[in-house]
């Protein structure tokens, strides 16, 4: 269900759209419109919940060459060890993870996960993902398995490399969760209740990067 909102004329909702297609903060609008922070964190909320919605409806099925990954936000920031990545079915302690598609020069998507365990990951890309498209991942075991589904399937070993001469790497989808990492990173904390909405944010900014606000305007009742 969608947040109430405080009223406003249109004038000032539309200036409002205008400053969050922007990426302004809360902070940063109601200073400019001079509106109180409250009354624009509710608008805000409230575009987030129809960005959510409206990605819901609208996502993508992706063919060709695609990219998956998965990630992990919040909790302390550490690197990525070999010991991290060995419990990544059953996730990372205090941290939220995400499993991410990519289609290459293409959209993203992102869905919450509970683990990274095969069980948990190969419905979706059966859901999200053609057969016969072709496939990128590293070397995460829940990935065997996808040349039997049909797809053409290429991982990269990324304890020795990174991308190979044949086109073989994931750096799309690690670009989107670094893009999405460093905009989250601003909000110095995200709750979980609050996560989704913020994730699918990331995810429709990246998709509709330069068309944020037109895109907009299609479908948020300001």
Sequence with gaps: ?????????????????????????????????????????????????????????EHPKFSGEVELDESYFGGPRRKRHAADRRKRGRGAENKVPVFGVLKRDGKVYTQIIKNASKQELLPIVRQIVRRRSQIYTDKWSAYDGLVFDGYKHTRINHSKQYSDRKGGHVNGIENFWSFAKRRLAKFNGVSRKTFLLHLKECEFRYNHKGQVLETLRTFIRA
């Design 1 to 57: 269900m969608l947040q109430r909102r405080p009223r406003l004329s249109v004038r000032a909702r539309r200036k409002l759209l205008a400053c969050f297609a922007n990426d302004l903060s809360a902070t940063q609008t109601a200073a400019l419109l001079c509106i109180n922070r409250n009354t624009v964190n509710a608008w805000y909320r409230n575009f987030r919940e129809q960005v959510l919605a409206y990605t819901e409806r």
